[in-house]
């Protein structure tokens, strides 16, 4: 199975792109999901928006998973050198690419070859990461471009997007981008200012101006797009940074109470050994001789 295998869609997490995708497909729709995995994505579509689900896949043990979850087809399939016309008697409403687009050589190509299965009236709906995120623009300052397992610099990923170049790369392929949507990740202004200060700068007003744009705030950008001319895109709305440092500080806390009893857990379990209680009543004798 891929390292993806495990990955699930949090219908809760409104800061979640998986989440905000199967809020973005119409009901009843006829979707491709387009490297699938496991088929977590579809079946939460097919739950939630009662979709019929097709799937292609890379990973042929990911792929027989989302055939058990329902999907209507699975094709195994490396997306650089698929052969679009293999779905020829297929129509789709959406076409998804959650989190794909980034890993192909040519993902111009792979858009143009989806467009061919859309109907008239259907989109493609992709999640890309963002390579401006000001994780990554601080992490160059500081002369770093860390690979990753997961994440922004996930070690799989063959193009870096920006807001910019993805906007183009849809132009290019003649598809209108109609709807333009975001995840946040804000990191902490009192550790941006101590990594810049490492390295011999100091953040200005118009420092801060930048690092509060949607630019550097969005950490995947969610496009909705189809034929029809879109209208002008509207600004993202940005969630307030103390609302999502709130988030952050609450779900640290409750991994940290959670660590906190897992840790009182063994605590108890060790205490209740008869040989700690034997070496424990050792060492306290011990204690009381030295101290007659």
């Known amino acids: 199975m891929s390292k993806y295998a495990e990955q699930s869609v949090v219908l809760e997490d409104r800061n979640s792109s998986t989440a905000m995708i199967v809020g973005l497909v119409p009901m009843s729709a006829r979707v491709l999901d ?12 097919k739950r939630e928006r009662l979709a019929r ?16 979850r329902g999907f209507e087809q699975v094709i195994t399939a490396d997306l650089d050198t698929f052969a679009w016309e293999a779905l020829d008697r297929y129509e789709f409403d959406v076409v998804v690419f959650a989190d794909v687009l980034e890993h192909l050589k040519r993902p111009g190509d792979a858009i143009r070859g989806a467009m061919r299965r859309l109907t008239p009236e259907g989109h493609v709906i992709a999640s890309i990461p963002n390579i401006a995120h000001l994780s990554i623009r601080v992490e160059l300052m500081e002369g770093g471009f860390a690979y990753e397992n997961l994440g922004l610099l996930d070690d799989t990923h063959l193009k870096y997007f920006t807001k910019k170049t993805i906007e183009d790369m849809f132009q290019a392929t ?3 981008i109609q ?6 990740y804000d990191l902490p202004e009192d550790r941006v200012t101590e990594r810049l200060r490492a390295v011999g700068l100091e953040p200005t007003p118009q420092f801060w101006e930048y690092a509060n744009s949607d630019e550097a705030r969005a950490y995947q950008y969610i496009v909705v797009a189809g034929r029809d001319p879109g209208k002008l895109l509207q600004p993202i709305p940005l969630r307030e ?3 999502m440092e709130h988030a952050r500080l609450t779900s640290e806390l409750a991994s940290a109470a959670a660590e906190v009893a897992r840790l009182r857990a063994r605590i108890d379990r060790i205490e209740r050994m008869p040989l700690y209680r034997m070496a424990r009543s050792v ?9 007659a």
């Open 179 to 184: 709807q333009l949507e975001a995840t946040f």
């Open 34 to 45: 387009v490297g699938c995995s496991t088929g977590y994505l579809g079946e939460a579509l």
């Open 53 to 68: 689900v097709w799937g292609i896949e890379l990973d042929e043990s990911d792929a027989e998973k989302a055939r058990q």
């Open 241 to 243: 940074k103390a609302v």
């Open 174 to 176: 003649g598809l209108s």
């Open 283 to 291: 060492r306290n004798a011990l204690r009381g001789g030295r101290n």
